[in-house]
């Protein structure tokens, strides 16, 4: 096996004569092992010379394996410029953890937009294949591929690479779990130094010393001693370090090269410790077959975290409600309880997922709770973490002796919960689905089913059908005869995460049923005028593409696979037929359709775009200023309120009409969404008032917005040919640590000066 470093830097790129030993370019690695596979870690700034080099190869094709840790910038940023995703004959395969709210592919094209780059991740000539990842293990050609969760502020993945004996880990971006300097208590660093085990190799995030910890912390990186400790503990062969920080120049670095050496050999240990540095190759001999040391779950494709149940503990408001956004476009529901006595009862009813518990809800030591939520047969699998003032290393010992999952210390940092309750999400569903089957093994005395395409026979592939079938309650009038004749003519299909399985507008001629996995389903207004309305989620046992069968017509809504979704798909033709034939298949689908209606409708008049503008409602701004302004703080920016107020719309309605009115306030809405960034969210307050809530912006740029709103407002009304001029009066107001509500900001706007923009 052959490593090679291309890009050794974190954060950005600093090129130039006091980075030229060690290198200024963003993280990249290659690694070849003897059996030809290219495997590539991260794909930052280095990954141009990568693929320059790549390509003078005379082996074709090429077939890559590149194996992303997470889609921070200085992590993917070398992509676009990645040569061999241009050629035609490169077989590119990608894989990556699921970020937040995206899909990995997603993710990837949102830096090759045109504003970002000339070509578009579509346009691209090379064959590509996006994997999402979460931990467990897949191989590449003979290699063993073994993933784990690091705690960074994004879901980020460490690979472990064994190939016929030599191993190689890759870990970056990481931060202790502990915040001492030299302990390595935490349940979490026990279980990273159990991932680095006696790996021939470890290349491991070094990108702070000790003295700058402190400033960073929940930054999502560690320290060049935690580094040296971890590889010491796991009995590693030889450390790399790498992810330098920007400020640290060849002469830093060289130092804190001698200085963790100098630690290994204060621990009599035979760890070799080397910095990382660009065009370091590395050869480690490939013998024997390797023996695998985990089990053989898949890494490949994300457990889906829909339909999780958290039960957090705590009296702080703020924090619960903080915490239940940050889950909630996972699909995962928090229930709070805010006494200390009804947590425990309440888990006991629940029997949530994860458990979160807030010590300072407790009269008690909040270990004890624990275990004895732990030490309850109905409680004992459920993942427990504890949010702390302080990480007590003798009461975090304690907990990790009774199966506590994690300990934070308090005040959390948002994005790093998120990460790890995520993380602990897909361990703790996935054992939970695994003892399911066990428990059904012992209470039946046999095994279960092996999957359709696993089965000898098309009459065991048949009764498979039938069986799946017969579950869903839609269904269930249909006798067994009506079931085989339905099975017989439907097929199974997966639709890969990301992809859509209906697309608005387009004909269906089949009925879809979900077998495992989720989808989403979403729709447009008319002339795409109002934004993507997400009208529900669907999940195994629900069916899809109905609509289109019933009243003949183009498909109402988009179907987009939020997981690697299974289907069974059935004719439309044959669908049509059973219900023609059965009333009480025919009643079953109303129902079903009439509660689906019912809840578009409470979700649209709750949450729906205005339907005159395609902006978002009050509500809706509402929602997303709580995010915001705690975003805001967090990060220490303003934030800017704009208020537009149309003037004498009551006139020009009886002068011209209301058709006019809402052209002049579609006019306003459109130049309004042309002036402000994307980041910016715009929304219609009355009927003819909107405001806009400018992120990370004070009165400065928003006066600039104010000068490209009059510039764009005219022109618009000019293009659009209408009679009458259009005046708005604007009034502007930027607070640096922005109030709670969005109530209170807007009172604010009262006390600003209006400035009113009247046509010439």
């Not at 004070?698 to 407002?713: F, I, M, T």
């Amino acid at each position: 096996m052959r490593i090679r470093f291309w890009g050794t830097r974190g954060s950005i790129p600093t090129p130039g004569s006091h980075t030229s030993k060690y290198g200024g370019n963003t993280s990249c690695v290659e690694v070849r092992t003897d059996d030809g596979a290219v495997i590539v870690f991260d794909c930052g700034t280095g990954a141009r010379a990568l693929g320059t080099s790549l390509l003078q190869e005379a082996t074709r094709p090429l077939r890559i394996h590149l194996l992303i840790t997470h889609t921070h910038w200085d992590h993917i940023q070398g992509f676009p410029f990645f040569a061999p995703i241009f050629a035609p004959d490169t077989e590119l395969s990608v894989y990556a953890p699921v970020g937040f709210q995206q899909n990995l592919e997603q993710a990837m094209a949102g830096q090759m937009q045109y504003s970002y780059f000339p070509v578009k991740l579509d346009e691209l000539r090379s064959r590509m294949r996006f994997y999402n990842v979460d931990e467990g293990m897949f191989n590449i050609g003979g290699a063993t591929v073994e993933t784990q969760y690091l705690n960074h502020t994004a879901p980020t993945i460490g690979y472990r690479i064994s190939s016929r004996g030599a191993s190689v880990v890759y870990a970056t971006d990481h931060e202790p779990f502990s915040p001492a300097r030299s302990s390595l208590w935490h349940p979490g660093d026990a279980r990273h130094v159990e991932f680095l085990n006696q790996a021939d190799l470890v290349i491991h995030d070094a990108q702070y010393t000790d003295d700058e910890y402190p400033q960073k912390v929940g930054w999502g990186h560690s320290t060049v001693n935690y580094a040296t400790d971890v590889a010491v503990e796991a009995g590693a062969h030889r450390l790399i370090l790498t992810h330098h920080d920007p400020t640290h120049d060849d002469v830093m670095v060289e130092r804190l090269e001698a200085m963790c050496q100098a630690r290994s050999a204060a621990r009599r240990s035979s760890l070799e410790v080397v910095a990382a540095a660009e065009g370091h190759e590395i050869y480690l001999p490939e013998s024997a077959a390797t023996s695998i040391r985990r089990g053989a779950q898949t890494a490949l494709g994300p457990r889906s975290l829909a339909g999780a149940k958290v039960l957090l503990a705590t009296d702080d408001p703020a924090q619960a409600q903080q915490i239940a956004d940050l889950l909630s476009p996972d699909g995962v529901a928090t229930e709070v309880v805010v006494q200390g006595a009804a947590a425990v009862t309440r888990a006991r009813e629940l029997v949530p997922d994860i458990l979160i518990l807030d010590a300072n809800l407790f009269d008690r030591d909040v270990f004890d709770v624990a275990a004895s939520i732990r030490a309850d047969r109905r409680t004992a699998n459920i993942a427990v973490i504890i949010l702390t003032p302080t990480l007590d290393e003798a009461a975090v010992r304690r907990g990790y002796a009774i199966g506590l999952a994690d300990c934070l210390g308090k005040p959390i940092s948002p994005p790093m919960l998120h990460a790890r309750v995520r993380a602990w999400l897909a361990r703790s569903m996935h054992g939970r689905r695994r003892s399911a089957i066990v428990n059904k093994e012992e209470a039946g005395g046999h095994r279960p089913a092996p999957p359709p395409e696993r089965m000898a026979g098309a009459d065991k592939e048949l009764d498979r059908k039938v069986e799946v079938l017969s579950h869903v309650p839609v269904f269930a009038p249909l006798d067994r005869a009506a079931l085989q004749g339905l099975a017989r003519t439907s097929r199974y299909k997966t639709f890969a995460a990301g992809s859509l399985a209906l697309r608005q507008g387009e004909r269906s001629e089949s009925l879809f049923l979900i077998t495992s996995g989720r989808v989403r389903v979403f729709g447009r207004g008319r002339d795409n005028r109002v934004g993507e309305v997400l009208l529900q989620e669907l999940g195994p046992g629900d069916v899809f593409g109905e609509m289109g069968l019933i009243d003949e017509l183009p498909v109402s809504a988009s179907i987009l696979a939020l997981t690697r979704v299974r289907t069974v798909v059935m004719p439309g033709e044959q669908v049509i037929e059973l219900l023609e034939g059965s009333p009480a298949l025919s009643f079953r689908m109303m129902q079903m359709l009439a509660k689906r209606l019912r809840e578009a409708d409470k979700l649209l008049l709750r949450d729906g775009p205005d339907a005159l503008t395609g902006l978002v409602n009050r509500r809706s701004l509402t929602d997303t200023y709580r995010r915001e302004v705690a975003a805001a703080r967090r990060r220490g920016y303003s934030l800017a309120l704009l208020h537009v107020d149309v003037e004498d719309l009551k006139g020009i309605n009886l002068k011209y009409g209301h058709d006019h009115g809402d052209l002049a306030l579609q006019a306003v809405a459109d130049a309004l969404r042309a002036s402000t960034r994307q980041s910016d969210i715009v929304a219609r307050d009355e009927d003819d008032e909107f405001i806009a809530l400018l992120t990370d912006s004070e009165l400065d740029g928003a006066s600039l917005v104010v000068g490209r709103l009059q510039k764009r407002l005219t022109e618009l009304v000019s293009q659009r040919g209408l009679p009458m001029p259009v005046d708005i009066k604007v009034r502007i107001v930027a607070q640096k640590n922005p109030p709670e509500t969005l109530d209170d900001f807007t009172q604010q706007l009262g006390e600003a000066q209006g400035l009113s923009l009247r046509r010439a």
